[in-house]
């Protein structure tokens, strides 16, 4: 089932998630519902906050569906090691048309349980550790926005209003 995008300025956004306590059917569905979501809106990692749910549940999968062994679900997922630096542009499926360079680790350590309640721990470099580090913010209710120099910050939000005023946000 796809689920409706939440998009900024909505409070959830910015609500830190409750931790995960219950690996049932539901949060499988929950999942499974979030992929079809963030597959639908051609993105790369959907938080539980996007959908209006604030629970520590992100999906990945930078192969966009197409490598079924890509897809990536962390639940109450942390950083545990963080290394380097890279500054690349980033979008966030809740704000539409905004892209923006953000400063993050080059490469971090996550450690997360699956869908059956299971720890493990993953390494990603370059574009997952970008994934990771921007999934795992809006888990603490962190978006991409505060990331930007205040310089940048302030343009994105002047257009961000714009949109807002004058179009279908
Ligand atoms: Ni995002």
Not at 61 to 76: F, H, I, R, Y
């Amino acid at each position: 089932m796809i689920l409706k995008i939440v998009k900024y300025p909505d409070p959830v956004l910015q609500q830190p998630g409750e931790p995960v306590t219950e690996f049932n059917g539901e949060l499988k569905k929950f999942a499974d519902d979030m992929f079809e979501t963030m597959y639908a809106s051609q993105g790369i990692g959907l938080a539980a906050q996007q959908v209006g749910v604030a629970k520590r549940v992100t999906v990945i999968d930078l192969s966009g569906g197409k490598e079924p062994e890509k897809k990536l679900v962390l639940v109450n997922p942390e950083i545990i090691f963080r290394e380097g630096r890279q500054y690349e542009e980033e979008g966030c499926l809740s704000f539409p048309e905004i892209r923006e360079k953000v400063v993050r680790a080059q490469k971090v350590r996550v450690r997360a349980q699956d869908l059956n309640g299971k720890w493990f721990e993953m390494d990603g470099e370059e574009l997952l550790s970008r994934a990771f580090q921007h999934e795992i913010d809006h888990l603490d209710g962190m978006l991409f926005i505060f990331r930007m120099s205040a310089l940048k910050r302030d343009l994105n939000q002047r257009k961000l209003r714009k949109m807002q005023r004058e179009g279908p946000w």
